[in-house]
Structure formats: structure tokens, C-alpha cells
């Protein structure tokens, strides 16, 4: 078992920044890739990015590349996504979530292990 805990999120104006947390524990051999996901009332859920963990490769949303990046520190188990110029339409439930490789990254059915989710909110 895996088990995700993000933290980072919060309220911050249009053009801000911030950087969210996902530490895994338990079998995390299984993380061979984790990735962030984000989800708005009645929306579906939309992979924002991936990491194959190694830092062998990183994968975006087209509508957040330039914008966030996706980075790991393996020591501590952890992968960040610093969030720069952000948009009111990036308001949403973010997500992390892994599974052991990073094949079909943006489907969120792939996915077994997943966080609680933490409030991203972009005022204009």
C-alpha cells in the first residue's frame, strides 16, 4: 500500500505562485510515477502533470506547460509542482496520485493510489 499526503495549497491572486507537496509512504516501489491531477465541481478529472520518479522524464498538460514544473526529491519520498502564473481557471481540488510506471499518465482510472486532494484557489 501507498499512501500520498499533499499539502501547499491555498488562495493566492492571478500572476502568483505556489508550490505543492506529495510525500508517499509505505511500498514506494510502487511510485515509479506520480503525478498531479485536478478536478473542479462536476468537471472530470484532468492530469495536469507526471514524473517518472528518477527524473527520467516529465509530462504536461498543454495548458500548463511554460507555467508549472514537476520535480522530485527522492531522498524524502516527495514530488513538488511549482505553480507559476497562475490563472483563475486553474481554481481546483488538486491531486496526487501514483502508480508504478507512467504509460497513459493523464487517464486518472490508471491511477491506484491517490491523495485526499488539497484547495488550489486563483482570484482574479
Known amino acids: 500500500q501507498v499512501q500520498l499526503v499533499e499539502s501547499g495549497g491555498g488562495s493566492v491572486q492571478a500572476g502568483g505562485s505556489l508550490r505543492l507537496s506529495c510525500v508517499a509512504f509505505?511500498?514506494?516501489?510502487?511510485?515509479?510515477?506520480m503525478a498531479w491531477f485536478r478536478q473542479g465541481p462536476g468537471n472530470k478529472r484532468e492530469g495536469v502533470a507526471a514524473?517518472?520518479?528518477?527524473?527520467?522524464?516529465?509530462y504536461y498538460v498543454d495548458s500548463v506547460k511554460g507555467r508549472f514544473t514537476i520535480s522530485e526529491d527522492a531522498a524524502k519520498n516527495t514530488v513538488y509542482l511549482q505553480m507559476n502564473s497562475l490563472k483563475p481557471e486553474d481554481t481546483d481540488m488538486y491531486y496526487c496520485?501514483?502508480?508504478?510506471?507512467?504509460?497513459?499518465?493523464?487517464?486518472?482510472?490508471?491511477?491506484?493510489?491517490w491523495g485526499k486532494g488539497i484547495q488550489v484557489t486563483v482570484s482574479s
Open positions: 509505505g511500498d514506494v516501489y510502487n511510485t515509479g510515477c
Open positions: 496520485a501514483a502508480k508504478s510506471d507512467c504509460l497513459m499518465w493523464s487517464f486518472s482510472t490508471r491511477f491506484r493510489y
Open positions: 514524473i517518472r520518479t528518477g527524473g527520467f522524464s516529465k
